[in-house]
């Protein structure tokens, strides 16, 4: 799959687009005003893998928050996300944000897109405008009946003009839809008719049951035509489930950057000798928390000894349970036999070893 070779965004020190690594982002869900717990939020969330974090500001004294973060780690980057008051983009700016969000359409006459354009321009700061199906102005709405790809464009365009009427073109572009297909049709037709790089995900999309698969299905969609230049994976969930849900979506996808580990188990069956399901669980919760390894290693956790490391062939490293026991295995190659009570602890050293990212 060749990428589109969109406009390069700098968010801080993150690329958008130009082919850049597809950066993951997500938002924080504390109160804004709460500077230290949205701060202490922010940092979860970075060191989980989130590239850039998205804050509400809902009013003046929540821009606070941004210098607050940016004074204790200016190489995080922070978006604003801002609805309708002008005034509160131009008091992010001061405050040192490195991307704002905001539709410019929305925020009254042009003396005040053009002074947000200005202040973002004298800054490097660009912007991201965000279309959803379900806020499309009434007019565009009336004219095409429903949120169609078209109608959901012709919103961005107006905005996109807006913005460039006033010297400014550091623009990102979201076009979204809490329907997967419609999602993946919008982002389609702005990537058809633009250059602007795209920011993906299904809005609104659920807890994480049915939250993953339709962000898997619109991202997997679209990356595979070249298009999407950053993600957000929205879920009702804690934040960090996010970041980690779009890590496993763009790693499953072969993404450049987004590399590792990629765990392969057999759906169980009755030969099964292990508590397989457990093991599974323990180990992934295990290796997300330990990032063990950027190396693209394939490892297969499979229930039986008698298929298990023929069905894994292709992994590089797996075990494969027996009685009372596992077999580790090398490239089919059974190398080790492990206590069926040290399985995962002796599976993630062994990983260390010999594919960690300190070796
Ligand atoms: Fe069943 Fe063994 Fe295949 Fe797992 S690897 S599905 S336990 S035969």
Known sequence: MERKNTKLVKVGNVNIGGRSRISIQSMTNTDSLDKEATFSQVLRLHSAGCDIVRIAIPTIEAADTIAYIKERRPDVPIVADIHFDYKIALRSVECGVDKIRINPGNIGDESRVAAVARACS?????????????????????????????????????????????????????????????????????????????????????????????????????????????????????????????????????????????????????????????????????AKVEKLTDIPIKVALMGCVVNGPGEAREADVGIAGGRGEALLFKKGQIIHKIDENNIVAFLINYIKNEYGNNK
């Open 122 to 286: 004298l800054n490097n700061i660009p912007i991201r405008i965000g279309v959803n199906g379900g806020s499309l102005e009434k007019h565009i709405l009336a004219k095409y009946g429903a949120p169609t790809p078209e109608a959901l464009y012709e919103s961005a365009l107006g905005h996109i003009r807006l913005l460039n009427k006033y010297n400014f073109d550091d623009i990102v572009i979201s076009v979204k839809s809490s329907v997967v297909p419609n999602a993946i049709e919008a982002c389609k037709y702005v990537s058809e008719h633009c250059n602007y790089p795209l920011h993906i995900g299904v809005t609104e999309a659920g807890s994480s049951r049915m939250g993953i698969i339709k962000n898997a299905e619109a991202i997997a969609t679209l990356v595979h035509l070249g298009i999407g230049d950053t993600v957000r994976i929205s879920l009702t969930e804690d934040p960090e489930a996010e970041v980690y849900a779009a890590k496993d979506i763009l790693r499953s996808l072969g993404c450049d950057g987004h590399k590792g580990m990629d765990i392969v188990s057999c759906p169980t069956c009755g030969r099964t000798k292990i508590d397989l399901v457990s093991l599974v669980k323990e180990f992934e919760d295990a």
